[in-house]
């Protein structure tokens, strides 16, 4: 069993910064790939980012490249999701996820995750 516990949500104003962590403990994650969700009241669960622990290849949804980083702390065993020029859109709670690499994996799916947090609000105001 992997545990996930998110932190860094909060209230920031339009084009502010929050930096997400999220703390990952039970298991060594070296060879899983992270992910980062986010959703809103009555809609799915969409994706944001990912990162392949070992390698740290890196992957993003097209409404945030460019303005989230994905990263891992080895040391906290932590991954982080930097967010910059926050948009009022960005809001909704952010989940982190993670699953062992396995081949042709789709890690813009939700389903190909077997881990998750409990997630943490970012508001975002105009």
């Known amino acids: 069993q992997v545990q996930l516990v998110e932190s860094g949500g909060g209230l920031v104003q339009t084009g502010g910064s929050l930096r997400l962590s999220c703390a990952a403990s039970?298991?060594?994650?070296?060879?899983?790939?992270m992910g980062w969700f986010r959703q809103t009241p009555g809609k799915e669960r969409q994706f944001v980012a990912a990162i392949v622990w070992s390698g740290g290849s890196t992957y993003y949804a097209d409404s945030v490249k460019g303005r989230f980083t994905i990263s891992t702390d080895n040391a906290k065993n932590t991954v982080n999701l930097q967010m910059n020029s926050l948009k009022p859109e960005d809001t909704a709670v952010y989940y982190c996820?993670?699953?062992?690499?396995?081949?042709?994996?789709?890690?813009?799916?939700?389903?190909?995750?077997?881990?998750w947090g409990q997630g943490t609000q970012v508001t975002v105001s105009s």
């Open positions: 996820a993670a699953s062992p690499i396995y081949p042709k994996m789709v890690v813009t799916s939700t389903r190909a995750y077997s881990y």
């Open positions: 039970g298991r060594t994650v070296s060879s899983y790939v």
